[in-house]
């Protein structure tokens, strides 16, 4: 089963389109390989109004966003993870607003390699009023906020539910329009798996991703997820069988039709899958660094398997 991706939805930058009674949805003008058309930030409610992922730093984007309040009080700045193009623009929000700051916990500090090798980058400075955590609610009379934790993408990585729409706010952690990087060494596979998991658990009716189109059939889209991550594993040990023992030489060959200049993402994902293989014992590391780092096959009597 292919992922059945959506690569086309009908949007205008800055313009406020309302998705649901509680929901509307203004997109940032910065389209780019890692946010295809640009930061979906979502409004909740009319009068106390909530702002989940307010986007990068951006005056239009800002400015649009205020005009999407109206005579409406922006209360609620919600952020998944901290990466800028999800909460650049918080401090110039909440300047604007006076609205409190909810969400991850500020940039994990072992994630110094993988920022600036994504066009996308980690905010350094962000930092929330209050931390939530998983099963942590917001709410005010128009809208009931559910954090989940959701590590894998980024360690910090939350979604949302609004459980009274049967919606699930995913952020990067499920994207309609591409497979989510999951860029070691603080972007973890096995915890990403979990947090699969945890989404096939629930009964969502749809998904709204920061990047890209809702998600209207959510389980079958993540079920496809998870096969996609299961053919890379095994991909990996295709790779180390034929006796390649470092990430770019595997990169050359897993993603030849991809792009170059996404090939460093690509590295830090395969890195990724073989940190989930090395953990379960099937494959050896020689060396930290991502692109000298030599990795094997476990010697064994009985040929590895996939998962
Ligand atoms: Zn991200």
């Keep these: 089963m292919s ?3 959506i690569k086309s939805f009908d949007f205008e930058y800055g313009r406020a389109d309302r998705l649901s009674p509680t929901i509307r949805r ?37 400015a649009a966003l205020l005009a999407a309040a109206g005579n409406g009080k922006i209360t609620h700045i919600v952020v998944t993870h901290t990466h800028k193009d999800h909460c650049g623009g918080v401090a110039a929000l909440k300047e604007a607003t006076g609205a409190s700051v909810y969400g991850s916990r500020a940039h994990p500090e072992n994630d110094g390699m993988n920022a600036p090798a994504l066009d996308e980058g980690a905010d350094l400075t962000y930092r929330p009023d209050e931390v939530l955590a ?3 609610v917001l709410d005010t009379d128009e809208w009931h906020l559910e954090t989940l934790a959701t590590p894998g993408h980024i360690s910090n990585h939350l979604c949302f539910a609004l459980p009274a729409e049967r919606v699930l706010f995913t952020g990067d952690h499920i994207m309609g329009w591409a497979t989510t990087v999951v860029a070691a060494p603080d972007g973890n596979m096995t915890d990403y798996y979990n947090s699969l998991d945890l989404l096939l658990e629930r009964n969502d009716e749809i998904y709204y991703p920061t990047h890209g189109a809702p998600v209207s059939d959510p389980q079958n889209f993540v079920r496809a997820v998870k096969e996609h991550r ?18 770019m ?3 050359a060959e897993m993603y030849k039709d991809v792009d170059k200049s ?14 989930r293989h090395v953990s379960a014992g099937r494959v050896t590391q020689e060396g930290e ?13 009985h040929p590895s398997t996939s998962s």
Excluded: W
Aim: include cysteine; hydrophobic fraction near 40%.
């Design 26 to 62: 203004v997109i940032c003008n910065n389209p780019g390989p890692f946010t295809f058309t640009g930061t979906g930030t979502y409004l909740l409610g009319q009068n106390s109004i909530a702002v989940i992922d307010p986007g990068p730093a951006n005056d239009d984007h800002l």
């Design 289 to 301: 660094s991502l692109l000298n780092a030599e990795y094997r096959l476990m010697e064994s009597d």
């Design 230 to 247: 299961e053919m890379r594993d095994a991909q990996v040990l295709t790779q180390l069988k034929a006796g390649h023992t470092r990430i």
């Design 249 to 251: 030489d595997m990169v």
């Design 3 to 5: 992922i059945p991706f």
């Design 134 to 136: 998983d099963g942590d």
């Design 262 to 275: 996404l090939h460093i993402a690509a590295a830090l994902n395969v890195q990724a899958h073989l940190e």
